[in-house]
T-cell receptor, first 114, second 111 residues
Framework: DVKVTQSSRYLVKRTGEKVFLECVQD?????MFWYRQDPGLGLRLIYF???????EKGDIPEGYSVSREKKERFSLILESASTNQTSMYLC?????????????FGQGTRLTVV | DAKTTQPPSMDCAEGRAANLPCNHS???????VYWYRQIHSQGPQYIIH???NNETNEMASLIITEDRKSSTLILPHATLRDTAVYYC????????????FGTGTRLKVLA
């Protein structure tokens, strides 16, 4: 089974802190994605990456950055956390081509910024 | 990516078939229909996808109309564990394509 693992299930941080959310996948997927999910707004794409050291902005990149130094790991960074970044964060990965290009999601990290 | 329209909520009796509709009238020829579901407090889970032919797997069946402008996800014998939000997404097949999630259909299976 493909496993996408997010480092924390729950996280509480203070306003202004630098926050790192880590995501690791174990199936050699090329593509990785970060979403945030808020009530009534569904899942919104923050950033995605097609390859090591490559990144593309999603729909709501402001206030976030990402890092992909290794194929299996995709990190989301909140440079200076703010209360409006309190949300559920979901990581996903996909193969580029082949039979199984569906997305696999992690369990999510519920971040609270106080 | 084409937009999809789904009813916000549906109820289904346990043991009955749950039929979840999705409209995707602007779908283009190379775009597939994907279905995912999200059980409370978990990440979305892949269910099934298809291009134009009907598809079936161990979880569900997908019926796509001939003009491809709409589809229906069928859970043949719904159980309480099928209570979740179901998302219909249209996108290209390659894994590089983004998933654009709408707000989905909240399915409640009733005992």
């Amino acid at each position: 089974d493909v496993k996408v693992t997010q480092s924390s299930r729950y996280l509480v941080k203070r306003t202004g802190e630098k926050v790192f959310l880590e995501c690791v996948q174990d199936m050699d997927h090329e593509n990785m994605f970060w979403y945030r999910q808020d009530p009534g707004l569904g899942l919104r794409l923050i950033y995605f990456s097609y390859d090591v050291k490559m990144k593309e902005k999603g729909d709501i990149p402001e206030g976030y950055s990402v890092s992909r130094e290794k194929k299996e790991r995709f990190s989301l960074i909140l440079e200076s956390a703010s209360t409006n970044q309190t949300s559920m964060y979901l990581c996903a990965s996909t193969l580029t081509r082949g039979k199984g290009t569906e997305a696999f999601f992690g369990q999510g990290t519920r971040l609270t910024v106080v | 990516d084409a937009k999809t329209t789904q009813p916000p909520s549906m109820d289904c009796a346990e043991g009955r078939a749950a039929n979840l509709p999705c409209n995707h009238s602007t779908i283009s020829g190379n775009e597939y229909v994907y279905w995912y579901r999200q059980i409370h407090s978990q990440g979305p889970q892949y269910i099934i996808h298809g291009l134009k032919n009907n598809e079936t797997n161990e979880m569900a069946s997908l019926i796509i109309t001939e003009d491809r402008k709409s589809s229906t996800l069928i859970l043949p014998h719904a159980t309480l564990r099928d209570t979740a939000v179901y998302y219909c997404i249209v996108r290209g097949l390659s894994g590089t394509y983004k998933y654009i999630f709408g707000t989905g259909t909240r399915l409640k299976v009733l005992a």
